[in-house]
Every structure is written in C-alpha cells, then in structure tokens.
C-alpha cells in the first residue's frame, strides 16, 4: 500500500516517572528509547495513541517529523487535590510556627480579581549584553512590548546571579533557597499547581530540572515530582539520539545540547519543536479558559515554563540561530492581548561562563553574573503595586523604575512568583521580597544573598 514505509514511533511520556527514572547519568535517554513503541501507519484506519502521549515521531522513508499534541485535552483534566502531607498551602509543609501575614487585594477599586497566567523562558547562559548582541530581534520586539495602558516592560539592568551555574541560580528562583531546608523539596511549578493552576514544562535537553539539582533532597528516589507538580511534560522528543547521543559523550561540542554548531533535529532547530508544544500550550489552555469564564464558571490559569539551552557553549555562536523563533513567538503575545492578563518573563539563570571572554577578561567575568531578565506586567498589576507600596508607606519611587536599577537576584524572582501564584490574597512578606516591591537602594551582596568571593558590586576599601 501507499503507507507501507510510514511508522509512527509513540514517545514516552515522562511525567509521571519516578527520580530514579530520570537521571541522565544512568541512561534517563536510553530508558525513554527503550520505551518507544513503533506501530505502522494506515491511512485507511484511524491511528489512537493513548491519553497521555504528547509527542510521536512519523517516519516516512528517509524523511522524519514531530508532531505534539496537549494530551488529555484541558478540558478533560481531572481536579488536582495536592497530598495533605506536602501541600504548599499549609504552613507545615514550610516548617512555619504561624501562618503568614497575608493581603487581600480583592478589595481594591477596579482591581483585576482574575489571577494571572504566567509564562516564563529560561535562556540558560545568556548574559544582559549578550542577549542584545546575538539576539536583536528579539530585543527590538521586547522593547515594543512596553505599552502604558495595556502592559509595561520591565527590565532589569543590575541582576545578579547568586552562584556560578545552573545549579545555585536555578534553585533561587524555583525554591527560594539554595540548601534546601527539608526533605522532599518542591519546584514552583507545584506551588502553581496546588492553587489551581494548569502547569506545563518544556526541557529541550533532555533532562529533568528537578532530579538533577534537588534529586538528592528527597528520601525516595521512587518519588514522582513530575506526577505531583505537572499537568503536562515535553522531554522526551529531545532525548532521541539524532539530537542527543546515545553512544559516547552527549555533551560534547559538535552534537547535543552543548554543542558550539547549531542543534538541528528532522531539518528544523531543536528550539522550534519546542517552540510548536509552547504554542499549543498557550492555544488550548486559554481558548478553554476563555470558555469557562463565558459561562462564569471557574476559570483555571496556566503556569508554562521552558528551557532553551542555545547560550550554553563556548563560542556564543549557536544563540543567534534562536533568534527568529523567540522574537516571533514574543510578537505573537504582544499581538494576540494576552499580556492583559498575562505575565510574561525572559530571564536567565547566569551569563557565559565559558569561552575566550570569561577566561581572559574582566568583562566577561561580570557579564557571567548579570543574566538577563525581563518581565512584561499587565498595566492593572502594575498600578495596583504603585499604589501598595505608598499606602504601605514604603519608599515613594516607583518598585519597578527602582528596581531597573537596585540590586536584585533570583531570590526576589522566587517571590514575585510566589506572589502572583497567591493572587489576589499574597504573603505581605513574600510582596516585600519581590520585584513588586522596591528593593533597598545601595543593597550590599551581603543582603541580597551573594558570596562574597561571587559579588560584582564590589566598592574600593578607602585607606
């Protein structure tokens, strides 16, 4: 027949595999190829998969392709109720004596009660400068965001990176502390998702955040976090051995996620097949919230976060070759009106810290402790903090013109995630700690949590 050289390879879908699954140093690749289920294809007959795949790949002869899909459809996702014994709702599972101040701002005049989406891009190894320099449309398209009325830019200038990697940074942001207090540390995906949230992550690596910078932290490794904290998973595409190797080093220069020449897979970037799940993503989950607030029902938004790897390697290089994806993918939310209720962040853990301008220069070195960060704040989110902070009685300058300038770090982007999971009833604490709030003028390393053989702010000792 016509079909007889098609086959659909049904990749695994990961989300619900235990910590031990998914080390990457002990074959997480080689278990995920393990599972692939090849079945022919029939034009004459329908092709079912099971509920839970997201992502197949279609081999027609020589010719191969990704085809995603968001599976359950949002609709049929069942009702979330989080363990009592972890659920991030509950003072004990942050080992607190007494619950929290809290703020409701659902008593503020023409107030926005809908809490917002949020939509985060990790641009791993991508300095402020750097992002300018090999990603210029991108940068031009960021700038066209800013839109008093609608939704304003901020971006800030002196952020600062708490560690040397991945590793210290990443966990800032997504825990809110570097040593993890107690056992069975959860990521901010499950705080999202203990609240409602729909929660989805897209790794174009091959790996799993959570196993490989807190795995250690929990007492059993048969522990799912992915089950516990998501509502869908892409990894398992990028874990196929035509991008990432499954013979030798995976890691190496000329093929993987490290690789200093471009990383392509079935004629395209790897970063676009990631690029086509985030749109699906952003597709279904707000045409179906847009259904449900029709009918006044209660309307559930999204947490999406995504990974891209292409600033981590030595000559710079391969990061240009995201630029068309990600400055289409930000015109399309300036253009669609979903910054009104969206907020949206670009930001990245830490800056090169590899190649011939960290190693010899100066400059290098500081530019790998300011990542770039950006964040897009609906216009009624931004009034709402002006006005916090003065009848608070807090400093009178704007916290996010202030801050563009002030010494801030991945611990403030930990509560300004936090905050706008909790909304409209936030922590008044964690509003203190966040980008929200107006961080201290002149704030020392010290205080923002930065060693001091890592600081870039250092002052000249007077003699």
Known sequence: SEDKDVFVDVLPETREWPLNDKNIWTGFNHLILKEVVRLP???????????????????????????????????????????????????????LTQKPARFNASGAPQMQLQRPNVVYLMLDAVSHRQFYRRLPKSAQVLKTIHSPGSQRLVELYRYHSVGYSTDNNTKAAYLGEIYPSHPNPLPIWAYYRDRGYVTARIEDSCDDWTKKYIGSDFESQEYSVGNRSLDYELTSPFCIPEYFPNVGNAYGNFKGPNSMVARCLYGRYVHDWAFDYLYQLRSELREHRAKQLAHQK???????????????????????TLDDSLAAFLKSMRDSGELNDTVLIVGADHGLHM?????????????????????????????????????????????????????????????????????????????????????????TCEEAGIGANFCMCKIPATV
């Open 355 to 443: 190649g011939l301008n960290f190693a010899f220069f100066q400059s290098g070195r500081i530019e790998h402790k300011n990542p770039f960060f950006a964040m897009s704040v609906p216009e009624w989110l931004y009034e709402f903090s002006e006005k916090y902070q003065n009848e608070q009685g807090l400093e009178a300058a704007s916290p996010f013109a202030a801050n563009e300038q002030r010494l801030v770090t991945p611990f403030e982007t930990y509560h300004t995630f936090r905050v706008l999971a909790d909304w409209p009833e936030f922590e008044t604490d964690s509003w203190k700690r966040s980008l929200f709030a107006t961080q201290k003028a002149g704030r």
């Open 41 to 95: 294809y029939s034009s004459s007959r329908p092709f079912v998969l099971n509920e839970t795949t997201q992502a197949v790949v279609v081999r027609c002869g020589s010719s191969s392709t990704i085809v995603t899909r968001l599976s359950p459809p949002v609709a049929k996702l069942p009702a979330y109720v989080p363990p009592s014994d972890s659920d991030t709702r509950s003072s004990d599972s942050f080992n």
């Open 298 to 320: 209660d309307a559930r938004p999204y947490m999406i976060s995504a990974t891209f790897l292409e600033g981590h390697e030595g000559t710079g290089e391969v990061l240009r």
